[in-house]
């Protein structure tokens, strides 16, 4: 916390040290103090910030308040329509509501992160995560190949 604080004084990315600041207080404090800490910063800057709020709207879910969660990543898919990370939150929002209808939501899950590869072809991480998400389904014909393309992504 004391490290972030400094990196904002002394002219680091201010966004950066925001998100690292609410990070750990939501994660040393509560979850609470971290998300309150971001509404703070947000009001105090004036604008809406696109890293900002996908950090509160992953915050929130943390706490377990699935429809506020889910109003901030609409608010961000709205104002920021090219943002990659925010899909991310999306795909973790429909997995947590899995347990309702299995089927639907892992569908939702999958076409959430597939709307993130498509925004940031070139992260490895989402394709990581929809082959986690085919294997779930067993649908190891798309795993196998979204595989490949992790490996093209890395050839030697």
Request: glycine residues 6%; proline residues 3%; hydrophobic residues 45%.
């Amino acid at each position: 916390l004391f490290f972030y604080a400094l990196a904002r004084r002394s002219g680091q990315s201010e966004v950066e040290a925001i998100l690292g600041q609410a990070r750990s207080k939501g994660q040393m404090e509560s979850w609470d103090s971290g998300v309150q800490f971001l509404e703070e910063e947000m009001a105090r800057m004036g604008k809406s910030s696109a890293p900002l709020m996908v950090a509160l709207s992953e915050m929130i879910l943390a706490k377990g308040d699935l429809a506020v969660a889910q109003k901030w990543v609409d608010q961000v898919v709205k104002d920021f329509p090219q943002n990659a990370d925010v899909w991310g939150i999306q795909m973790k929002i429909h997995l947590m509501m899995e347990d309702k209808e299995p089927k639907k939501f892992l569908e939702k899950a999958i076409r959430a992160v597939s709307r993130q590869i498509e925004l940031a072809p070139g992260n490895v991480g989402p394709r990581l995560e929809r082959f986690k998400l085919f294997v779930r389904k067993t649908d190891l014909a798309r795993a196998m190949q979204e595989l490949n393309d992790i490996y093209a992504m890395y050839k030697k």
